[in-house]
C-alpha cells in the first residue's frame, strides 16, 4: 500500500461508494465517522439514503474478517476502521479533542506518525486548513482542477473565406476538413460561428454534425417557439438543441436572466403539446434553499411545493400571457389533462420516465451522484434538459466546477446524443444585467 486515505463523514455522504475509489491503496475510516454517519440514516432525504448504504456496504465487508485489522476492497485497496484516534492528538493543545472534526484529524495525524504516506479526503474547507496546519495533507473529495473558464463552451468561431460561407450557404453543410479541422478534433453537437476573417458582420451558424463529419445549419425558428425568439448567437444555439430531436441530453449553462429556464419550457411545451413528440412535459428542481430556510411549510404537498416551485410558475405565467383573455388554454389546463407536470425531485429515484421531455432547473445544486440519478430515469425516448448558473451553489458541499451540472456536461460531452451551450449575455432586463455584473 503506497498511500493512506482517511475518509472525513462528509465524503461518504457525498458518495457512499467513495471506499472504492482509491485504488490499491489503504483506506481509513475513524469510528467516530461511523457514528456521525449513523445518526443520518433516518432522513428522508439525499444524505439519509447515502448513510443507508453505506452502512449496507460495510456490514458486507465485515462479513470478511475485523474492520479494525482491515479487510480487502474490491478494486484492490483495504478498508480499515481506526480507533485510536484520540491518542495521536495528546500534546496538541490548540486541538479540543471534544470536537468531531478534531478526532478525524487526529486518525490522519495517527496514519502520518506511523510513517505512512498520509491524506486526508474531506469537504470540509476549514478541516482542510486545521490539517494544514499540523502538517497533514488534506485534499478535497472528486474536485477537478480546472476553472469555469476552462471548461468546454459548446462553441467555437472559425473564420473562413467568403466561398466557404456561400458554399454552407447554398449546400446546407461544410465538411470540417474545409476548415482545417480533423472530425476526431471537433464534440459531436459543437456549435460554430463562421464568419469573415476580421469582420464579424458576414457570419453564419451551424452545428457539427458526428455522422456526416461536417457543419450542417441551425434548426428554423422563422417562427418563434412558443411566442418566444432568441436574442443573441446563444440562444439561437440553446434553441436547435432543445428542439433537435437526435440530442437526448442537454445542458444550458449561464448567469440569471440568459433565458435558459424560459427557452426549455417553451421548447418543451413546443415539443410535447405542439409538436406532440413526448408525451408529457416534466418539469423539476432540487429543493434547496437559499439562505436561511423557512422550516416546514403548511398544507398538502402541492401547496408545500408552491414556493419551491414558485420560479416555473413564473416562467409559465409569462409564456401563456396570465393576463390573457381569448380563452386559449392555460398550464393549469395542460397540469389538469396530463400534459404537463412540475414535481420536486426529492420522488424522481426508483422511477422510469420514457417518451417524457425532462427539464431539471438549477441543476448546480446536484451533486454528481444525483444527476447520474436523474439521468439514467430516462426511458426510451425521453429528452433531459439540465439548466443551471454554477456561480449560485446553494448546497455546503459543491462549489462551481465540483457539482452534478458541471460534472455532467464534462464527462458526458463526448456522446453524439448530447449538447451543451454556456450563455452569457443578459437578457431580463437592463437592471438584472446591471447587477449580474456590477453586485
Known amino acids: ?80 476502521l481506526a480507533v485510536d484516534t484520540k491518542m495521536s492528538m495528546e500534546g496538541k493543545s490548540p486541538i479540543d479533542l471534544g470536537i468531531n472534526d478534531n478526532i478525524i484529524l487526529g486518525a490522519a495525524l495517527s496514519c502520518k506518525d506511523k510513517g505512512e504516506n498520509t491524506t486526508l479526503i474531506t ?16 485534499e478535497d473529495y472528486g474536485a477537478q482542477d480546472v476553472t469555469l473558464e476552462e471548461l468546454y463552451t459548446g462553441q467555437r468561431t472559425v473564420e473562413c473565406e467568403e466561398a466557404l460561407l456561400s458554399f454552407f450557404e447554398s449546400e446546407r453543410f461544410l465538411p470540417v476538413a474545409d476548415l482545417g479541422l480533423e472530425a476526431d478534433q471537433v464534440t459531436p ?59 437526448n441530453l442537454v445542458s444550458l449553462v449561464g448567469k440569471a ?71 386559449s388554454a392555460s398550464y393549469e389546463d395542460l397540469i389538469n389533462h396530463g400534459l404537463l407536470h412540475i414535481e420536486p425531485l426529492t420522488y424522481i429515484r426508483g422511477r422510469s420516465i420514457p417518451g417524457q421531455y425532462l427539464i431539471v432547473d438549477e441543476a448546480q445544486n446536484l451533486s454528481p451522484h444525483e444527476v447520474k440519478t436523474i439521468i439514467t430515469r430516462a426511458g426510451e425516448g425521453t429528452k433531459i434538459v439540465l439548466t443551471g448558473d454554477p456561480y449560485q451553489i446553494d448546497s455546503p458541499y459543491l462549489d462551481e466546477v465540483n457539482n452534478g451540472l458541471v460534472y455532467c456536461l464534462e464527462n458526458m460531452k463526448s456522446e453524439s446524443i448530447v449538447a451543451h451551450t454556456i450563455l452569457t449575455h443578459g437578457e431580463r432586463s437592463a437592471l438584472s444585467e446591471a447587477a449580474s455584473h456590477l453586485l
Open 1 to 80: 500500500m503506497d498511500k493512506t486515505f482517511v475518509l472525513d463523514t462528509n465524503v461518504i455522504l457525498f458518495d457512499p461508494q467513495s471506499i472504492q475509489k482509491f485504488g490499491k491503496n489503504k483506506v481509513v475510516i475513524p469510528l467516530i465517522v461511523v457514528e456521525e454517519v449513523d445518526r443520518f440514516k433516518k432522513d428522508q432525504n439525499e444524505n439519509g439514503r447515502n448513510a443507508r448504504h453505506f452502512s449496507r456496504i460495510i456490514d458486507d465487508l465485515r462479513n470478511k474478517g475485523p474492520l479494525v485489522s482491515g479487510v480487502d476492497l474490491d478494486n484492490g485497496g483495504k478498508l480499515f
Open 189 to 247: 453537437n459543437e456549435y460554430f460561428i463562421l464568419q469573415l476573417p476580421g469582420n464579424d458582420r458576414r457570419r453564419v451558424l451551424g452545428r457539427f454534425d458526428g455522422k456526416k463529419k461536417g457543419v450542417v445549419p441551425l434548426v428554423n425558428l422563422r417562427e418563434g417557439v412558443w411566442g418566444i425568439y432568441p436574442k443573441n448567437i446563444e440562444q439561437q444555439f440553446a434553441f436547435d438543441a432543445l428542439l433537435n430531436d437526435e440530442i
Open 257 to 327: 436572466g440568459t433565458g435558459k429556464t424560459l427557452m426549455a419550457i417553451a421548447a418543451g411545451l413546443e415539443k410535447t403539446v405542439g409538436d406532440e413528440k413526448y408525451s408529457r412535459l416534466l418539469v423539476s428542481r432540487p429543493i434547496q434553499p437559499m439562505g436561511r430556510d423557512l422550516g416546514y411549510l403548511p398544507g398538502d404537498v402541492n401547496e408545500k411545493l408552491g414556493p419551491w416551485m414558485q420560479p416555473i410558475f413564473d416562467n409559465m405565467d409569462f409564456l401563456f400571457g396570465q393576463y390573457r383573455t381569448d380563452g
Open 123 to 138: 469537504k470540509d474547507i476549514n478541516l482542510r486548513l486545521k490539517a494544514d496546519v499540523l502538517g497533514v495533507n488534506a
